[in-house]
């Protein structure tokens, strides 16, 4: 029904910057808060930063000043610009949002698959 596709991960040195996208699509009616998450190895996912339909936005304190989250509500899309990147970023990277469906009548969680961002000193 609803599917949140991500890119943009990869390899990078650091103080090197990336961008990840993630586009949801299917059955969508509404997209309300949608937002990234990380989960390095050995640790429990944590929350990155979210954003709503208005462009509020949230950032944990570890990237405030280096990352900026964005959203085009014509394109379903969230972005995460990522810059002055640390070897601490590195983590699977998965988009998060609260959708409603065409069918439904209350948001539902919808994940993506992750996408590996790796920083190297």
């Known amino acids: 029904q609803v599917q949140l596709v991500e890119s943009g991960g990869g390899l990078v040195q650091a103080g090197g910057s990336l961008r990840l996208s993630c586009a949801a699509s299917?059955?969508?009616?509404?997209?309300?808060?949608m937002g990234w998450y990380r989960k390095a190895p050995g640790s429990q996912r944590e929350l990155v930063a979210l954003?709503?339909?208005?462009?509020?936005?949230v950032y944990v304190d570890s990237v405030k000043g280096r990352f900026t989250i964005s959203r085009s509500n014509s394109k379903n899309t969230v972005y995460l610009q990522m810059n002055s990147l640390k070897p601490e970023d590195t983590a699977v990277y998965y988009c998060?949002?609260?959708?409603?469906?065409?069918?439904?009548?209350?948001?539902?969680?919808?994940w993506g698959q992750g996408t590996q961002v790796t920083v190297s000193s």
């Open positions: 954003i709503n339909n208005v462009g509020r936005t």
């Open positions: 299917g059955s969508i009616f509404n997209v309300h808060v």
């Open positions: 998060n949002a609260d959708i409603v469906t065409t069918d439904g009548d209350s948001p539902n969680d919808y």
